[in-house]
């Protein structure tokens, strides 16, 4: 349960990886590839997409092609390009970030404004960036409203938003909003195959022609250009066709992880709700520390990730059963113990 990246292909996924149609996907000639990108750009009321090896090189071509050297990115503290990507953004793409403080993710406008930079002598605000649902937020679903108000807040100042939806599927599946809806928000969008909906590797990038056009051209640079990607798109397909609305069996587990995990001494929820499948737990009052606890589940044939010395991170996913939840739930309290 260290995160929805553990997913392993099912047997009818790897059935249709066997049977997959392949060509030469940096001359946009593989058939599986194609099929994928139309059903995506269907799916999202996008132009047109590119499949991508991973979410963090979706989210570094939109911002190549979003920004130029110097220019900064209005997004949360949180973020996943700001926290998880290595430095990407100011190495691939000489930006800067103008940090928000925001609950869960989820900034509003007026966070927005403040950091609007004075058109000269200072960094180019280039673009807002929203992480839908955000993972440091515990699975929170960015609010619709918020992000109508951020989408005119765009428009109005000219700058792009970018949705890193690498688990939008989750968003879509917990507040009932369609993907078409969540993409008419903003000028580019990506997801991830590889989390929630099981598949063994890959990401989409979604925007207009030109856009995308672009990000092909970055993407053939930074070494992403592969061939014969089709059994890769396969996996995505089938994904598409048969894992989405099962996403919500990992809601319900995750809210069950959390009611199981509540009596436990010493142990709290770091965010008050569990909307989708992300737990964060505060141990900080149990006397050990998140990693020795962790050691301990292990033991037990349990593991968690550790975003700190006194932080928890559990995630359930097509591999996590009811009842792999309760014999989770069952360890952290011995470990604990």
């Not at 979706?58 to 110097?70: D, E, S, Y």
């Not at 590889?194 to 051209?217: D, N, T, W, Y």
């Not at 033991?299 to 989770?328: I, Q």
């Amino acid at each position: 349960m260290r995160s929805d990246t553990a997913t392993r292909p099912t047997q009818a996924m790897r059935q249709a990886i066997t049977e997959a149609q392949v060509g030469d996907d940096t001359l946009r000639e593989d058939p599986s590839v194609n099929e994928l990108i139309e059903k995506a750009t269907a799916l999202f009321g996008k132009e047109d997409a590119l499949f991508t090896s991973s979410g963090t090189l979706a989210n570094q071509l939109a911002i190549k092609v979003h920004t130029n050297p110097g220019d900064e990115i209005i997004a949360d503290a949180h973020c996943h390009p700001f926290r998880s990507e290595l430095g990407a953004g100011p190495f691939l793409s000489g930006v800067q970030f103008a940090l928000l403080s925001a609950k869960r993710g989820a900034y509003a406008r007026e966070d927005a404004e403040k950091w609007l930079r004075p058109k000269n002598g200072y960094p180019k605000s280039a673009l807002l960036w929203v992480e839908n649902t955000h993972n440091q937020g515990g699975g929170h679903v960015f609010p619709l409203e918020k992000l109508d108000e951020l989408r005119a807040f765009s428009k109005e100042q000219n700058i792009p938003l970018h949705i890193d939806g690498a688990r939008i599927f989750n968003a879509i599946v917990a507040s009932g909003i369609p993907s078409k809806e969540w993409a008419k928000r903003c000028d580019s969008i990506c997801f991830c195959f590889s989390k929630g909906l099981g598949c063994p590797v890959g990401s989409i990038l979604l925007g207009e022609k030109s856009f995308i056009q672009e990000a092909r051209r970055y993407w053939k640079m930074w070494g992403g250009g592969w061939r014969q990607a089709g059994v890769l798109a396969a996996a995505g397909l089938y994904a598409l066709e048969h894992h989405v609305e099962r996403l919500a069996d990992d809601h319900a587990n995750a809210q069950l992880f959390s009611e199981l995990t509540a009596g436990v001494p010493g142990v709290r929820p770091v965010h008050d709700t569990t909307p989708t499948n992300l737990v964060f737990l505060d141990v900080s009052e149990t006397g050990k520390t998140a990693h020795q606890i962790n050691e301990s589940m292990m033991e037990k044939g349990v593991a968690f990730s550790v975003p700190n010395a006194k932080m928890l991170r559990v995630v359930t996913h097509l591999d996590v059963s009811r009842e792999d939840v309760e014999t989770a739930a069952q360890a952290l309290a011995d470990s604990v113990r």
